[in-house]
């Protein structure tokens, strides 16, 4: 295991998320926490795949750069491979409106693309509070967080859905041609 790095928003009310990377056999695993003061909940963890998958639940993510943007604002930028395919993902902190932004793309290399998504298995209780807005609440020490799909600039939204435990942001993008990029894009607000 390796040294946790992470990138955080946190309001004047000592209150908001953190978002921490750590490496876990070949790839990094993320949560996020939401913090008041002392205290630490854990909202949420990527279910990551394995060396063996070509198509794993959560982007295959290997290397990890943490950039100081401003004083306030800081990125993470991964990358990473598993079969034939690339994939990145940045994470941004929004102290403005304490979130985090989570930016994800693939680069597919032919039609034979697998379930792309980022998948999340959440450890308190979370509900779609709006299908078409695409916003799930969770609840957590008398708060509530929200996660929300933010459109990557094609015209539609990305589909969220819970099953059980588990959270998963998946594209809805179909390139006309292949190879491809297919991104995804969604905030979490603390």
């Known amino acids: 295991m390796s040294e946790l790095q992470h990138i955080e928003t946190i309001g004047p009310d000592a209150t908001g998320l953190r978002t921490s990377m750590e490496m876990r056999g070949d790839r990094f695993v993320h949560v996020v926490d939401w913090f008041a003061g002392e205290q630490s909940f854990r909202l949420l963890e990527s279910v990551e795949g394995t060396d063996e998958d070509l198509w ?3 982007p295959a993510l290997q290397q990890l750069s943490i950039e100081q943007r401003t004083q306030s604002r800081q990125v993470a930028l991964m990358v990473g491979m598993a079969g ?9 902190n929004d102290n403005v409106d304490r979130s985090l932004v989570f930016d994800v793309a693939c680069r597919v290399a032919d039609e034979e693309a697998g379930a792309l998504g980022t998948t999340y298995r959440c450890t308190v209780p979370v509900t779609i509070v709006d299908p078409i807005q695409k916003i799930a609440e969770l609840s957590i020490a008398g708060r509530t967080c929200r996660i929300k799909i933010e459109s990557t600039g094609r015209g539609e939204l990305d ?11 998946t594209p809805t993008e ?12 969604y905030r979490l607000f603390g």
């Open 159 to 169: 589909e969220l859905e819970i099953d059980g435990n588990l959270i998963k942001i």
């Open 84 to 92: 034939n395919s690339h994939w990145s993902m940045s994470i941004e």
């Open 56 to 58: 794993p639940p959560s």
């Open 174 to 185: 179909m390139p006309p041609s292949w190879p491809a990029t297919v991104r995804w894009k």
